[in-house]
């Protein structure tokens, strides 16, 4: 099982751009589907992107699509969301969590039993 740890987070004005990380401990990262998720104050968490093992694959929430981007390097044990084109209604605490052997398609709707401490986005208008 991987350790995560969520860095990179906030504050920034519309438009702007961030880039989240997520650092994981483990020699089994590397067979582990990614993902990003969010909660904003007063909402369930949410999916936003997922991507497989090897990277080849991507999946986003439709809210994000076109503006975010996951990628990994599995070389360093980590997982980046970029965020461009921020709105206000991106401001959340972003969450990284990952299952052995998923697809991407199973991340959005899986129910993880632990998340790390997540790092804050504040999207100001």
């Known amino acids: 099982q991987v350790q995560l740890v969520e860095s990179g987070g906030g504050l920034v004005q519309a438009g702007g751009s961030l880039r989240l990380s997520c650092a994981a401990s483990?020699?089994?990262?590397?067979?582990?589907?990614m993902g990003w998720f969010r909660q904003a104050p007063g909402k369930e968490r949410e999916f936003v992107a997922a991507i497989s093992w090897s990277g080849s694959r991507t999946y986003y929430a439709d809210s994000v699509k076109g503006r975010f981007t996951i990628s990994r390097d599995n070389a360093k044990n980590t997982v980046y969301l970029q965020m461009n084109s921020l709105k206000p209604e991106d401001t959340a605490v972003y969450y990284c969590n990952g299952a052995q052997y998923a697809s991407v398609y199973d991340l959005e709707q899986k129910r993880f039993g632990s998340w790390g401490q997540g790092t804050q986005v504040t999207v100001s208008s």
């Open positions: 483990g020699r089994t990262f590397s067979s582990y589907a």
